[in-house]
């Protein structure tokens, strides 16, 4: 069996790394393509990542297939501005999600309080540590240290300071992580494995499910949310 060929109007690239593939027929969308540039056709490229509009193209023939390659965003919030004393915390899972997790810094307001931590509903709460004098002891670095041993805070966030994180950080009220945004790599279903014309409307297409794909002449990097998917799919370089 031979490779197939991206068809650029400039010259060829294979797409296949080899011979051996799994691909299926699909019938790819209009939305969203814009001309091509040399040509003025709607071209959608050969190695670009691709799956069902709104539900899986594998499972619903008819499904059209668009561009699946938008990684989602995971939300985070910074406390403190100082050069050694902020703390970023990101959303360990990427999308909107992450944009109802919400950090405190608490002033025990008491004093010789031990640096602690603990998780209420959606807010993960940092006790901050105070001296006999019941002022605040506790670094950016001690902040990042305790989260990330948190066993249930872990799995929530990560945190991470900003330069040494020797600076004692300041009671902050519980605040949400923010930008969090939900991309659609995590819906790509394959590759598609020539360049596809829907000048005059949707066409016809093969979509790649299994196989060796040469990493070096696709159109666009796949993000890794979306090679996470295509489990059946290697790229090489």
Not at 102 to 116: E, I, W
Not at 168 to 174: F, L, R, S
Not at 181 to 204: C, F, P, Q, R
Not at 208 to 224: D, E, K, W, Y
Request: proline share 3%; glycine share 8%; with cysteine.
């Amino acid at each position: 069996m031979s490779k197939f060929l991206e068809t650029t109007y400039t010259s060829q690239k294979e797409i296949l790394k080899y011979d051996h593939y799994v691909a299926h027929a699909v019938t790819v969308s209009t939305a969203g393509v814009s001309a091509d540039s040399d040509s003025g056709k709607y071209i959608v490229p050969a190695g670009t990542v691709v799956g069902g509009t709104s539900k899986s193209a594998l499972l619903n023939p008819s499904e059209r297939v668009v561009v699946k390659n938008t990684p989602s965003v995971a939300a985070s919030i910074t406390f403190g501005t100082n050069a050694n004393g902020a703390v970023t915390f990101t959303a360990v899972t990427p999308g909107t999600t992450g944009n109802a997790i919400k950090v405190a810094f608490l002033d025990p307001s008491t004093a010789s309080a031990a640096l602690s931590v603990d998780i209420a509903a959606d807010t993960i709460n940092v006790y901050l540590a105070t001296n006999t004098s019941s002022a605040l002891t506790t670094t950016a670095a001690q902040v990042v240290t305790a989260v990330n041993a948190h066993l249930a805070a872990r799995t929530v966030v990560t945190a991470a300071k900003s330069g040494t994180g020797a600076t004692v950080v300041a009671a902050k009220a519980a605040t949400a992580l923010a930008g969090g945004k939900d991309g659609n790599a995590k819906d790509a279903e394959g590759i598609l494995l020539w360049d596809v014309d829907v000048t005059n409307g949707d066409a016809a297409g093969t979509m790649v499910v299994h196989g060796f794909i040469n990493r070096a002449n696709l159109p666009t990097v796949v993000c890794s949310e979306a090679q996470a998917v295509l489990k059946n799919i290697t790229f090489v370089s």
